[in-house]
Nanobody, 126 residues
């Protein structure tokens, strides 16, 4: 069992940056792949990036390649998602999730992920 708690969301102006954190409880955190997803109002959940247990990164698509950076600190049981050049289109609830299959390459596919956090709201507005 793994419990995930996201933090770091909030209100940010367009062009700003945020770093979201996903803190996990569980002794086997370092064996999991961790993915970040988001869901905007009225839209389906979409994938962003994932990071495997060994640190390999997979992008959902090329649109997230440049502005989003994922990293993990296994000593702190935490995965981070840095988002730069925020745009109002980035307004969404951001979720992290854990995939027990932690090998590379990880997959940014929601159905692969067994444990989910409650989400953190990111609002981009002037």
């Amino acid at each position: 069992q793994l419990q995930l708690v996201e933090s770091g969301g909030g209100l940010v102006q367009p062009g700003g940056s945020l770093t979201l954190s996903c803190a996990a409880s569980g002794s086997t955190f370092d064996t999991y792949a961790i993915g970040w997803f988001r869901q905007a109002p009225g839209k389906e959940r979409e994938g962003i990036k994932c990071i495997s247990s060994s640190g390999g990164v997979t992008n959902y698509d090329d649109t997230v390649k440049g502005r989003f950076t994922i990293s993990r600190d296994n000593a702190k049981n935490t995965v981070y998602l840095q988002i730069n050049s925020l745009d109002p289109e980035d307004t969404a609830v951001y979720y992290c999730a854990a995939d027990p299959w932690g090998e590379s390459p990880c997959a940014v596919v929601a159905s692969s992920y067994k444990f989910w956090g409650q989400g953190t709201q990111v609002t981009v507005s002037s």
